[in-house]
């Protein structure tokens, strides 16, 4: 799990988890941005 502060002309949240189950081959991947714009999430797996 991650969490940071980013600023590109203003400041921005940043999370990210992770996720990998042992024994199995595959990783899920959560993150979110929020900013003044609203939530974005995006996950990968």
Excluded at 23 to 43: C, H, I, K, R, W
């Amino acid at each position: 799990m991650g969490v940071g502060v980013i600023y590109d002309n203003s400041a921005m949240g940043l999370a990210e988890l992770f996720y990998q189950p042992a024994g199995f081959p595959l990783q899920v991947t959560v993150s979110a941005l929020a900013g003044e714009e609203g939530l974005d999430v995006n996950y990968l797996r």
